[in-house]
């Protein structure tokens, strides 16, 4: 008797994997291709939502830090902006790895599809933190310090081994976090998941290129002597870097493990995802 026979004879499902795999992979391909979706409208505006919620974050992380002076605590009040970005059902752009992607790969949506939501989400998180920062920068102007303070900590890292980690952590982190928060059905355990990946992300001061960006945006707009083209600089290979650690760590290893999932819906799919059912 095979592995896969035996495997079969001993759980409670049919499938190749454990029925707790099965049920996640299930959530996450129908969650990705219900986001994927989405038309031009809707994930414009949801991007801008993400933008403006984890603004929330950022400024209870600036509120603790003025206080406290302590990274640590001042992450765990960040956790605020992961708990609003999931209860809001907005979209931050590096949450869009694992599970859309899960989705196109069981071809239940198309690469075009992807693009758009990552591509929108992308800009209009960075808009729409831009715009909040703007609102916090006026509301607060005591917080100048404390912006100065993060934001000359990515900008001035400059682009080193240390910088390339960091980055491709940050992306791994918050990729994981939406593979947790799909394996589960308990909102709490949900929200407790939201928190510890802002204290990671925030407290341990991981490169964001969404988030922490908006720490160099509101910096800029202090009168810090930052510009747009020292945001660019760093911004551009923290991107790029959150996308291959969230791919790499966590959504291809899952891929892999989901093969034989991933070819029985894509058995069963039609040739067009985009076509209605």
């Known amino acids: 008797m095979t592995d896969d026979a035996r495997r079969r004879q001993l759980g409670d499902n049919d499938a ?14 129908e969650e ?48 605020i902006g992961m708990v609003a970005l999931l209860l809001a059902k907005s979209e931050l752009f590096t949450e869009g790895f694992l599970v859309p992607i899960t989705a196109v790969a069981a071809k239940e949506a198309s690469v075009s599809q992807l693009f758009k939501l990552w591509g929108g989400t992308l800009v209009m998180n960075l808009v729409g933190g831009w715009v909040f920062m703007w609102i916090v920068v006026q509301a607060f102007p005591q917080w100048t310090p404390e912006l100065e303070a993060s934001a000359l900590h990515f900008v001035e890292a400059g682009f080193t081994l240390q910088s390339v980690c960091l980055a491709i952590l940050a992306g791994s982190t918050i990729t994981l976090m939406t593979r947790m928060q799909l394996g589960t059905d308990s909102d709490v355990a949900k929200m407790a998941v939201a928190v510890a990946d802002g204290f990671l992300l925030v407290g341990l001061q991981l490169f964001h290129s969404v988030l922490d960006s908006l720490f160099i945006f509101g910096a800029i ?38 093969k034989d999932l991933i070819r029985e819906r894509r058995d069963k799919a039609p040739e067009d995802p985009e076509a209605a059912r």
């Open 32 to 79: 990705g291709a219900q986001r994927l979706a989405r038309n031009w409208t809707t994930v414009l505006v949801t991007g801008t939502f993400g933008g403006l919620e984890v603004g929330v974050g950022v400024m209870a992380y600036l509120a603790v830090m003025h206080e406290t002076h302590n990274h640590l605590l001042a992450g765990l009040a960040f956790g």
């Open 221 to 258: 707009q202090a009168g810090v002597p930052l510009d747009y083209l020292d945001w660019l600089g760093w911004f551009g290979y923290s991107l790029l870097f959150n996308i291959l650690g969230g791919l790499l760590l966590v959504t291809v290893l899952r891929l892999v493990r989901n």
């Open 16 to 29: 190749p994997v454990e029925e707790e795999i099965e049920e996640a992979f299930d959530r996450i391909v």
